[in-house]
């Protein structure tokens, strides 16, 4: 997992593919914006929102689009289905969203 930031113009995520470690990857937006090239189509991506790229053989690259701007990146290896270690008990105090 990595963090990445900056203002409007910064590369974020460099373009690459991950044929070689197989991993997919998903990138949450944590604050700002980006622009996010995946296999030549662009897609602009606000704050809190997932892309999530399950073939590794997709060409990705982001570019911020705001200042301040913060993607989060996730890889594992591919079909695994980012299974989580989500435990509901360490959650038993918080408040429910009704």
Known sequence: ???????AGTMLVAEHD???SGEEEL????R???????AGE??????I???AIPDPAVRRAAVATEDGTIVLA??????????????EA??????RAE
């Open 49 to 51: 929102s997932v892309v």
């Open 32 to 38: 700002g914006a980006a622009r996010f090239t995946l």
């Open 27 to 30: 990138y949450l937006v944590v």
């Open 42 to 47: 662009t897609h602009d991506v606000p704050a």
């Open 74 to 87: 996730v890889g594992a290896p591919a079909a695994s289905g980012f299974a989580t270690t989500w435990n």
């Open 90 to 95: 360490n959650f038993e105090q918080v408040p």
């Open 18 to 20: 991950e044929r070689e």
């Open 1 to 7: 997992m990595n963090a990445f930031g900056g203002d």
